[in-house]
């Protein structure tokens, strides 16, 4: 707050603002900044000062109390407004847990509906800090409840703007419904997390539940719910900064990695696996990846990287998990995460090394049909540049919706490694050659056999026989493709300016 101190007396209307403004800081509250301290967290106000510019933070609502009569709280529980995270505007939505264990009232809820609306008409991206405890309950009598727009406004903001949710604590009811439609929600290895806190579960279901029984983070991380878990509330501020970083103008060029240790990554034997993590160390600026729900949907990485200082989406087939094979739960994250990239209009690289979509009767349980379309609908609709770069593996419909031809893709490459199929090869094999096969009555002969064809079939579709077919614009030296890459980027202007939104994104 600027020093305007000067001699002369203050007003009586100035020092009673003055003293308003002044009861709701950490100061003036030493009772909640201890209770903080008790739970190993910052405060809402010093969680806030972290995240943004010096400064640069202005407070809307700071003076709002609770609607009961005989309740107090700073804010009402929730400290707002705009500022600056290295130097871009963004709107902020902090539940503050020492009041009333941060609920969302009358009036918070007021506040909040405006925060959103404010974010909305001036394209601001939104920060929620969600620690709190769901509706008060105290505030069901006061009639403006009712009409509480906050969920509804705030699920407009999808695809207009990013929307980034930190999960420091324990988020139910209202809090984890905002939680659910971020973008990107961050949450910390203890935080707690349910549609329903602990009295409303012993009500409906008769079983006495703490917060951590219900929701642990480790539920949700499993489930996908989570797409970044950190150790600390200090570690949560920092990653929604890198976060947020993605969304802006392209940056300085970063350090490059050395280039050569690329072309080691893949193995010789086509049938060992490798961390496909590498390939994308050895592409991004040194230090700027940002990995999005890693321990869901592991037959695929999604993740936030710099080229050469422009932020770029990447979705890499995983081959350390079913082979690289597409499931249910790759699917959903792999088309969510081409929905952001899209809608921010971030340029995407894939990385293909797949033997196709998963297959079999317990995959179809999980709905693969229609969760696997999901992806080809994302890409197919996407406007952004889309950058293919095949690994080893690119077979049937899993190269099909990973930036293979009918995608056209901005550049479509391959490495010296990369095989081509419209389907396995082993398998194709045992149907063009059924005839054959079948009539070589012993077991070893037809293997020995069978070997013979797919080895002739796998000679045919290397990487430079598919180039000779042209289905690949190039195949290049592994150590090559970070500069290929980022030519191919300086060759795509930049998109037109956008007043509207260019779609929504879905939550899951």
Partial sequence: MPDHADSKPVRPDLALALEARAARLDAARPKAVAQQRKRGRLTARESLAALLDAGSFVEYGGLA?????????????????????????????????????????????????????????????????????????????????????????????????????????????????????????????????????????????????????????????????????????????????????????????????????????????????????????????????????????????TALIRLGGRPVGVVANQPMFLAGAIDSPASEKAARFIQICDAFDIPMLLLCDTPGLMVGPDVEKTGLVRRSARVLTALANATVPVMTVVLRKAYGLGYYIMGSQPLDPAVLLAWPTAEFGGMGLEGAVNIIYRRELDDVADPEARAVLHKQLTDELKRSNTAVETAARFLYDDVIDPADTRDILLNTLATVPPPPPRATRKRIIEPM
């Avoid at 974010?119 to 769901?134: F, I, M, N, T």
């Avoid at 329903?196 to 489930?223: D, F, Q, R, Y």
């Avoid at 950190?230 to 970083?245: F, Q, R, S």
């Avoid at 496909?276 to 600026?285: C, M, N, P, Q, T």
């Fill in 65 to 301: 109390r609770p609607a009961v009569a005989g309740m107090e709280g700073a804010a009402d529980g929730v400290v707002m407004g705009t500022g600056r995270i290295d130097g871009r505007p963004v709107d902020l939505v902090f539940y503050d847990y020492t009041v009333y264990a941060g609920t969302q009232s009358a009036i918070n809820h007021v506040k909040t509906s405006r925060m959103f609306a404010h974010a909305e008409k001036h394209r601001l991206p939104v920060v929620c800090w969600l620690d709190g405890g769901g509706a008060r309950p105290h505030d069901m009598k006061v009639e403006a409840r009712g009409s509480t727009p906050t969920f509804v406004v705030f699920a407009r903001l999808s695809g207009l703007v990013p929307t980034v949710g930190i999960l420091p604590g324990r988020a139910f009811a209202g809090h984890a419904n905002l939680a659910g439609m971020c973008d990107v929600l961050i949450a910390t290895k203890d935080s707690s997390m349910g549609m329903a806190g602990p009295p409303l579960v012993e009500a409906a279901l008769g079983v006495k539940l703490t917060p951590e029984e219900i929701g642990p983070a480790s539920v949700h991380v499993a489930s996908g719910v989570i797409d970044v878990l950190v150790e600390d509330d200090a570690e949560a501020i920092a990653v929604a900064k890198k976060y947020l970083g993605y969304f802006g103008a392209p940056g300085p060029a970063g350090e490059a990695p050395d280039a050569t240790r690329l072309r080691e990554v893949v193995p010789d034997n086509p049938k060992r696996a490798y961390n496909v993590r590498k390939v994308i160390e050895g592409l991004a600026d040194v230090g700027s990846i940002l990995e999005l729900k890693p321990s869901w949907g592991r037959a695929v990485v």
